[in-house]
């Protein structure tokens, strides 16, 4: 894991809305696809939204409609806003960065520490 530093993560009921940030000191964000992905303990860690250095985005099935994704290049900062929250939302969220098109299969080189989102019912 490198140098990406999320925030904004926290604790919500079900329903409300979060934004997470997720900042790349050194990168230059204009020119690589930038994901977000989240892991639940005990699970395999999934796609969650991408947008390409075209401005193409994508989004896992499970947050399409809910969930997007928006970055602003001259401020090397990648945001996630997060509507309609889920308990199944519940997860760390990391952001990462890869040369190349929005595959969530990757690979991308460059990820954060993650930050946790908790949703409650």
């Known amino acids: 894991q490198g140098d990406f530093v999320e925030s904004g993560g926290g604790l919500v009921q079900a329903g409300e809305s979060l934004t997470l940030s997720c900042t790349t000191p050194?990168?230059?964000?204009?020119?690589?696809?930038l994901g977000w992905f989240r892991q639940v303990p005990g699970k395999e860690r999934e796609g969650v939204s991408c947008?390409?250095?075209?401005?193409?985005?994508k989004y896992a099935d499970s947050v399409k409609g809910r969930f997007s994704v928006s970055r602003v290049s001259a401020k090397n900062t990648l945001f996630l806003q997060m509507n309609s929250l889920k308990p199944e939302d519940t997860a760390m969220y990391y952001c990462?960065?890869?040369?190349?098109?929005?595959?969530?299969?990757?690979?991308?080189?460059?990820w954060g520490q993650g930050t946790e989102v908790t949703v409650s019912s």
């Open positions: 990462a960065a890869r040369n190349g098109y929005c595959e969530f299969s990757g690979p991308f080189h460059y």
């Open positions: 050194g990168l230059y964000v204009a020119n690589y696809a």
């Open positions: 947008i390409g250095w075209t401005g193409h985005t």
